[in-house]
Structures are given as structure tokens and as C-alpha cells.
């Protein structure tokens, strides 16, 4: 009999729809890293830190692979970024345990591609490469001050204020401060709008689109060069 038919021939799959791990962790003990990769289209990451334990993504259903332990892992650097092709709908939350130190990061934050940052814990200690958000095209959402010691803090997309929040880079000298988009509060509520106080030292800061146009600010306090 005829079973060419019966025969099933293996189907080449598109990039994007192969399996693969959505949202992958690895660690660079040389470099004191810890890197996160979101891969698909609306992955979304929770990562969360403990000074005793260290980091915990997706509450530790991801093993951070490289030879992580806990917060005996020095990590100085985090990455976060989108590594996927087309993928959209990203988003990410950094947040500390209640008790917990805040996040210090000696080289810096940076995230590329992921569209909705959510940063709910104050970030510190940063000697190097400052902190940026790269094409957060949705939010970044604050709710916990950041500060660096003379290094840039870069924002590239639009910033809700979830709290009260203070950004400051003056450390000797300072560090730049730039905003590609609005700013505005988390809600329209005009009883809960947020102040920004930004001291970026001798460096400048730099406002490129509207502040509190949407969703009143409280107070805008700035100290800097320009």
C-alpha cells in the first residue's frame, strides 16, 4: 500500500516559537554580574533582594546559573535586558525584602529593551556606570530613591512617581540626570501626587518632554549646574 501519505514530515518552527526558557539568570563571578534575560513576548520578571539571601527571581523558580549561592555572590552589576526578536510586553520589578538593606550596586544598573520597569526599593552605592533605563517605552515606575556617587542616572521613557522620590548623583562632583520623556505621578488622584527632588551637583539635568501634565506633581525640587 501507499502510506506516503502516513508520513510525517519534522516542520521547521520559527525562532520565536521554539521552546526555550522564557526568562534565563546567569552569573559572572569575574565580573560580579548578575545578568537577566527576557526572551518572549510579555515575560515578566520579579527580582527581589535579600541581604542574607541574596537575589530571588520569579520568588527563586529561576535558578540563577553560574555558580550563584546567595548574597555571598558578590553582585555589583545587574543587566537586564530584552534578548528576544520582536518581543514585546515586557516587564520587570526590583524590589528588597522588608528588613532588608537596600540594593547596593558598585558598577551600576542598566535595562535594555524591557518595556515597563517597576524599581520599588532604593539603589545605592553606585561608583560606576550609573544607572540607566534604556527603552522603557511603557513606564518606569519609581517608588524608592536612587543614588549614585557622580554617576549618570539616565531615564529612557516615561516616569510615574509612585512615591515620594529623590535622585541624587553629587557625590564630589555630580552626575547628569536626563528625562526622554514625561513625568507625572502613578494616578490622577491630585491627593496623592508625588515630589521629585533631583541634585545632580555640578553635572546638568535635562527634561525633554512635559512634567506632570497627566497626572499632577506635587513639588519639583532641582539642584544642579544647567
Known amino acids: 500500500p501507499n502510506c506516503r501519505n502516513s508520513i510525517q514530515k519534522p516542520q521547521l518552527l520559527a525562532l520565536e516559537d521554539r521552546v526555550v526558557p522564557a526568562v534565563t539568570a546567569f552569573y559572572n563571578s569575574t565580573a560580579s554580574s548578575l545578568t537577566i534575560n527576557l526572551q518572549n513576548s510579555n515575560d515578566a520578571a520579579s ?45 520587570v520589578s526590583l524590589s528588597a525584602k522588608l528588613g532588608s538593606a537596600p540594593i547596593s550596586l558598585d558598577k551600576g544598573l542598566i535595562t535594555t529593551g524591557v518595556e515597563s520597569v517597576t524599581i520599588s526599593s532604593a539603589i545605592d552605592g553606585v561608583n560606576a556606570n550609573g544607572i540607566s533605563f534604556v527603552d522603557a517605552s511603557t513606564k518606569i515606575q519609581l517608588g524608592a530613591n536612587l543614588t549614585t556617587n557622580d554617576q549618570p542616572i539616565t531615564f529612557g521613557g ?37 515630589s521629585l527632588t533631583i541634585d545632580s551637583g555640578t553635572e546638568g539635568v535635562s527634561f525633554a518632554n512635559s512634567l506632570g501634565a497627566t497626572n499632577n506633581l506635587n513639588v519639583v525640587s532641582v539642584t544642579a549646574n544647567s
Open 158 to 194: 516615561p516616569v510615574l512617581l509612585g512615591a515620594d522620590v529623590t535622585l541624587s548623583t553629587n557625590d564630589n562632583s555630580g552626575g547628569a540626570i536626563t528625562f526622554s520623556g514625561t513625568v507625572n505621578s502613578v494616578t490622577a488622584n491630585t491627593q496623592v501626587a508625588y
Open 47 to 91: 527580582i527581589v533582594y535579600d541581604s542574607t539571601d541574596g537575589y530571588e527571581i520569579n520568588s527563586g523558580a529561576i535558578t540563577i546559573l553560574g555558580g550563584y549561592v546567595d548574597a555571598t555572590s558578590q553582585v555589583d552589576r545587574l543587566i537586564i535586558q530584552d534578548t528576544g526578536d520582536s518581543a514585546f510586553g515586557q516587564s
